[in-house]
């Protein structure tokens, strides 16, 4: 078992001069406006490696779409994919519908108001618990994220950006929320902080309200701290994008709730080393040219090479076609229906650029 000891938190002064900087300085966010669990909740699942700037509008819209949780639950997974289309990850759509509904049977409606209670619940992990169960429901718990682990290593001068002090680093945390009135803005400053103050390069300490206990700062080491992580390697994937088309129907895929897209439906994509070996195997696949139309698309330690190849096929082609590739969701949509499903960001480049092909039928 490691070692979770703390020999010492903050005081109350000092929580003090946190939340008091959080107060005078903290941004202006629609959610920061209630205390209620469905607007945080629905917050925190957004912001998850997205930028507050891109979550705002989006918050906006699901909030006039889904003012409460009944109506988020009634909603057709199409109705949420196509508000979330362009958010990306869209995992955390479908857990965050999956929520809905299993609070609404189960609880009528209601969030349970404990970080041990909402750590059950779909989509929602250590830190989002705490965030909930400290900004809705004052739980003295404290969250545990990038920003909060980068102020307190630079606070101790001491390096917690690994895995094994996650235990240690929740442990401070809990126990120095209790020197504060308000364990929901003493964990909002801390990320405040962190995301605005105490940044990864260039941290502003001239105006940092916990300059005064900082060891990094006053060692001059604040850029040592934490450790710098070896950033992951981006893979690089070579695509080919389906836009295959049977008597003005467009052919589709729907994938499985564990894949990259996380079901939303979109055209068939396989890696081109796949292609080649269909194009082989299917005779009547037309092999990928030079001049196909391609594009690049960036995702999160992945950026994806794509080539969109058009083509007409036969009903017998697209059972084969299943077959090979070991797709069961495979279905032919009118271009009626497909207008109104959700698109991910990635697929409406590819419809753009299929639609400009002579090849492909423009809706």
Not at 208 to 234: D, W
Not at 318 to 345: A, G, V
Request: glycine share 4%; charged share 25%.
């Amino acid at each position: 078992m490691k070692n979770t000891k703390v020999t010492s938190t903050f005081n109350n002064d000092e929580a003090e001069a946190l939340i008091s900087w959080f107060e005078a300085s903290k941004r202006s966010m629609p959610w920061r406006t209630t205390r209620s669990p469905y607007w945080i909740w629905l917050s925190e699942i957004m912001s998850q490696q997205t930028q507050i700037s891109t979550v705002i509008p989006y918050f906006l819209r699901f909030i006039d779409t889904f003012p409460n949780i009944q109506s988020l639950a009634k909603a057709s997974q199409d109705q949420v994919f196509e508000l979330w289309a362009g958010l990306g990850y869209y995992r955390r759509a479908r857990l965050l519908h999956e929520c809905a509904q299993l609070l609404c049977e189960n609880l009528q409606g209601r969030f349970p108001s404990t970080r041990k209670e909402l750590l059950s619940l779909p989509g929602i992990g250590r830190y989002t618990s705490a965030a909930i169960a400290s900004i809705a429901f004052n739980e003295f718990v404290g969250v545990v994220d990038g920003n909060v682990k980068r102020v307190l290593s630079r606070v101790l001068a001491k390096d917690l950006g690994q895995n094994e002090h996650e235990a240690w680093v929740q442990a401070w945390m809990d126990r120095s929320i209790q020197a504060s009135d308000s364990p929901g803005d003493f964990n909002e400053a801390f990320m405040e902080l962190g995301a605005r103050v105490c940044t990864p390069k260039s941290p502003s300490c001239s105006i940092c309200p916990l300059q005064k206990i900082c060891s990094a700062h006053h060692r001059g080491q604040t850029n040592e701290f934490p450790t710098p992580r070896r950033r992951a390697k981006v893979r690089e994937l070579r695509l080919v994008a389906l836009v295959l088309e049977n008597n003005g129907d467009l052919l589709i895929s729907r994938e499985a709730p564990s894949s990259l897209f996380a079901g939303v439906a979109h055209v068939p994509l396989v890696e081109q080393h796949t292609y080649s070996r269909l194009s082989k195997e299917l005779k009547w696949l037309s092999p990928v040219h030079k001049n196909e139309k391609a594009m690049e698309h960036e995702l999160s330690h992945r950026r994806l090479h794509v080539e969109v190849h058009c083509q007409k096929i036969l009903e017998t082609e697209i059972r084969e076609l299943c077959t090979h590739l070991d797709d069961s969701t495979l279905e032919l949509t009118s271009y009626e229906r497909f207008q109104r499903k959700p698109k991910t960001t990635l697929f409406k480049k590819v419809w753009h650029l299929a639609s400009t092909s002579s090849k492909s039928k423009t809706p």
